[in-house]
């Protein structure tokens, strides 16, 4: 379940009072730079996962002449979603009108992928931004995965106070540790088996958009292979006392994606690194289904820089194979129009100072 048929938004950023019915398949959303078009796409990443890909803060999220934003939408079968956040109070999260505390039950209804210009950052970033490509499809296949993360969360948060008190209370630690090294190394093993799912999937989609024969994506888990955590905590105790912080554990894990022996970004044009990356992110959304039967709905900023339309068409075949639900932008409509299968109805919406009309 994934498909948004209605989606209305209040006052995000230069979006007053927007309301619109997309498409089941395919969206265009065109307009002049800084009509609108990516806050359209934020507002629907707000909603389904409670952050922004433009910023770290929410506060600008707000239009400056507003006190909050709500951003509202219908999906398939009945189910709603609704977010109010204010600049005094916070925010406010409901599912079919229930009050939530966290994205976690939102975040299964509304599967999201985003593929834009901070894509890239997927290669040439730091190993978190792969931890969290990494942790999205682990939390979409394996249930258990978000109750583990968060008993590993607190654990951490724990152990690294301990870490920083002068005299160190080895046996409160010893007990953050067992939960820890417990936890820790569940954790290993959903995204092991993730990843064990995950590399034939995009073999598959690869050679549908680049030939990277080269290309070698390993699994790191974040301590010592040859160790445990809880013997790698343990034989690394003196030094996490000396930093303050714990320096092993799921929380270090990273994937090491290189072509050859190079790191991807070192090798591949930008244009190439956003083919890796699309195609990385379409094979997620085809295990998604082929596991779970979901789809996600895909967010795409500007798909036509840095690809020229061959390359363009070829992407936007994949995602049409898919069946997923697709919000694009561009500044012009006929930059995708032949991108598509004559067959495929793409709704068409006109963006210009904050204002989205919707094309017959």
Not at 135 to 150: I, M, N, S, T
Request: aromatic share 6%; proline share 3%; glycine share 6%.
């Amino acid at each position: 379940m994934a498909n948004i048929r209605r989606l209305d938004i209040l006052r995000v950023r230069n979006l007053s009072e927007v309301q619109i019915r997309p498409a089941d398949r395919v969206n265009i959303i065109y307009g002049k730079n800084g009509s609108g078009k990516t806050s359209l796409l934020e507002a629907i990443h707000l909603l389904g996962l409670g952050r922004s890909f433009r910023s770290a803060k929410l506060e600008p999220v707000i239009d400056t002449n507003a006190n909050d934003c709500v951003i509202f939408s219908e999906l398939e079968e009945g189910v709603s979603i609704g977010l109010n956040r204010t600049r005094r109070d916070g925010q406010t999260l409901k599912l079919m009108g229930e009050r939530q505390r966290s994205w976690i039950e939102t975040a299964r209804y509304l599967p999201l992928q985003i593929i834009n210009s901070d894509s890239f950052s997927l290669l040439e970033g730091s190993p978190k931004i792969r931890r969290r490509f990494l942790d999205w499809g682990v939390f979409h296949v394996e249930h258990e995965f978000a109750l583990a993360w968060r008993k590993v969360s607190k654990c951490l948060s724990q152990r690294n106070l301990l870490l920083k008190q002068r005299r160190l209370d080895v046996e409160q630690l010893q007990a953050w540790d067992q939960e820890l090294a417990q936890q820790g190394q569940h954790i290993d093993e959903y995204r092991k088996r993730y990843v064990a799912l995950f590399l034939p999937a995009l073999e598959q989609v690869l050679p549908g958009l680049i030939s990277l024969p080269e290309l070698r994506i390993r699994y790191e888990r974040g301590w010592d292979e040859s160790l445990s955590l809880a013997d790698a905590l343990l034989q690394q105790r003196e030094r996490d006392q000396r930093y303050g912080a714990t320096q092993n554990g799921p929380h270090r894990a990273d994937l090491q994606i290189r072509i050859g022996r190079n790191a991807a970004h070192e090798v591949l044009s930008r244009g190439q690194q956003k083919l890796l990356v699309s195609a990385m992110k379409i094979a997620q959304s085809q295990l998604l289904h082929r596991v779970s039967g979901n789809k996600s709905v895909y967010l795409i900023d500007d798909l036509p820089s840095e690809l020229d339309m061959e390359n363009r068409s070829r992407i936007c075949q994949l995602l049409e194979e898919l069946g997923c639900q697709i919000f694009i932008t561009c500044v012009d409509a006929e930059e995708l129009e032949n991108c598509w299968s004559k067959e495929l109805r793409a709704g068409k919406f006109h963006v210009e100072h904050g204002k989205i009309t919707p094309l017959c």
